[in-house]
């Protein structure tokens, strides 16, 4: 059974930082490429970012380049997703898929980004 679990959320100031896991199981991890999306409040998922199985090419929304940085640990299944110079359009939701499966997120994190 594939099993993210995402992790590091919380709440910050505008401006703040937060580092995003994503724990993964039951899939060969190393194998996959990893999205991270996001839900705003009373919006649908929005792409944020994106790193391929070997962690060599990644790729962002424009919006949050230069801002996010995401990276991988294949040795620890692990995704994270450095948050940086958050501000209060980034509260939200967020989620890991695998590959582009929506179906396969998990639980979700919550951000929250407010003065």
């Known amino acids: 059974e594939v099993l993210l679990v995402e992790s590091g959320g919380g709440s910050v100031q505008p401006g703040g930082s937060l580092r995003l896991s994503c724990v993964a199981s039951g899939f060969d991890f190393s194998k996959y490429a990893i999205t991270w999306v996001r839900q705003r409040p009373g919006e649908g998922l929005e792409w944020v970012a994106h790193?391929?199985?070997?962690?060599?090419?990644?790729y962002y929304d424009t919006s949050m380049k230069g801002r996010f940085t995401i990276s991988r640990d294949n040795a620890k299944n692990t995704v994270y997703l450095q948050l940086s110079g958050l501000k209060t359009g980034d509260t939200a939701m967020y989620y890991c898929?695998?590959?582009?499966?929506?179906?396969?997120r998990g639980q979700g994190t919550q951000v929250t980004v407010s003065s």
């Open positions: 790193i391929d199985a070997h962690g060599e090419d990644v």
């Open positions: 898929l695998k590959g582009r499966d929506i179906s396969t």
